[in-house]
C-alpha cells in the first residue's frame, strides 16, 4: 500500500521570495512521483516527475523537486514565487512493483498563495 | 498534441436526474481514468480503464454511477439518479499506460451543480 501526506494545507509566501511545498510518501516499491499543479476552473497540470532517474528533477515554470528515498520526501521548491504561482499543488505517487496494479494516489492537496 | 478533451464544462441539474459526461482522451493513451474532486479536496479516483476494460472500479458508486469506453477511445460517465453530495468537479485523464512512469494528463473537468 502507499500513501502521500502533504504536510501544509495553506503556504503563503511574498512575491519574489523562495517557495517549499512539502511532502512525504511510503510505498510498497520504489515509486514514481509527480507534482501536478491547478489553478482555479482548471484541470491538473504536470509539473514534474520522478521516475529513479536523476534524484533532482526540474519542472516547467521554475519549479524543480528533489527525491530523497532516506527521508522518503519529495518537496517542490521555487526560488522565487510569482504572481502566477498561486494555484493548488497536489503531490502523487505511484509504485512501480511487478505486474499486476499499481494504483495513483494524490495527496490532499497545498493552496500556494502568493503576497504581492 | 491534443489535450484530453472534456465535455461539458458545467452542468446544473435537479436531485434525482441524471446526467452524462464526455471524454475524449489523448490520441494513443491506453489507460483512461475519471476521477471526482469535491471543493476543497484532491481527486477521488471513480474508475480506471485500460483500453475498453475496467482495471479499477472499486469507488463507483455503482447503485448510480456508471462508465463506458467502447472501442478503447471515447469515454461516458453517468450518474443517475443524481445527490447533492455529487456536486463536484469530474475530471477526465489518461496515460500513455498504465506504468509507474506514465503520467496521468488531464481535461478541464466538468463542474456539476446538483440543486
Known amino acids: 500500500a502507499q500513501s502521500v501526506t502533504q504536510l501544509d494545507s495553506h503556504v503563503s509566501v511574498s512575491e519574489g521570495t523562495p517557495v517549499l511545498l512539502r511532502c512525504n510518501y511510503s510505498?510498497?516499491?520504489?515509486?514514481?512521483l509527480f507534482w501536478y499543479v491547478q489553478h482555479p476552473n482548471k484541470g491538473l497540470q504536470l509539473l514534474l516527475k520522478?521516475?529513479?532517474?536523476?534524484?533532482l528533477v526540474k519542472g516547467i515554470n521554475g519549479f524543480e523537486a528533489e527525491f530523497k528515498k532516506s527521508e522518503t520526501s519529495f518537496h517542490l521548491t521555487k526560488p522565487s514565487a510569482h504572481m502566477s504561482d498561486a494555484a493548488e499543488y497536489f503531490c502523487?505517487?505511484?509504485?512501480?512493483?511487478?505486474?499486476?496494479?499499481?494504483?495513483?494516489?494524490f495527496g490532499t492537496g497545498t493552496k500556494l498563495q502568493v503576497i504581492p | 498534441e491534443a489535450g484530453v478533451a472534456q465535455s461539458p464544462r458545467y452542468k446544473i441539474i435537479e436531485k434525482r436526474q441524471s446526467v452524462a459526461f464526455w471524454c475524449n482522451p489523448i490520441?494513443?493513451?491506453?489507460?483512461l481514468y475519471w476521477y471526482q474532486q469535491i471543493l476543497g479536496q484532491g481527486p477521488k479516483l471513480l474508475i480506471q480503464?485500460?483500453?475498453?476494460?475496467?482495471?479499477?472500479d472499486s469507488q463507483l458508486p455503482k447503485d448510480r454511477f456508471s462508465a463506458e469506453r467502447l472501442k478503447g477511445v471515447d469515454s461516458t460517465l453517468k450518474i443517475q439518479p443524481a445527490k447533492l453530495e455529487d456536486s463536484a468537479v469530474y475530471l477526465c485523464?489518461?496515460?500513455?499506460?498504465?506504468?509507474?512512469?506514465?503520467?496521468?494528463?488531464f481535461g478541464n473537468g466538468t463542474r456539476l451543480t446538483v440543486t
Open positions: 485523464a489518461s496515460s500513455l499506460d498504465r506504468g509507474y512512469n506514465s503520467p496521468l494528463h
Open positions: 510505498s510498497s516499491y520504489s515509486p514514481s
Open positions: 520522478y521516475t529513479s532517474a536523476a534524484t
Open positions: 502523487v505517487v505511484r509504485p512501480s512493483g511487478t505486474g499486476g496494479y499499481q494504483k495513483v494516489t
Open positions: 490520441s494513443g493513451h491506453a489507460t
Open positions: 480503464f485500460q483500453n475498453n476494460g475496467v482495471v479499477d
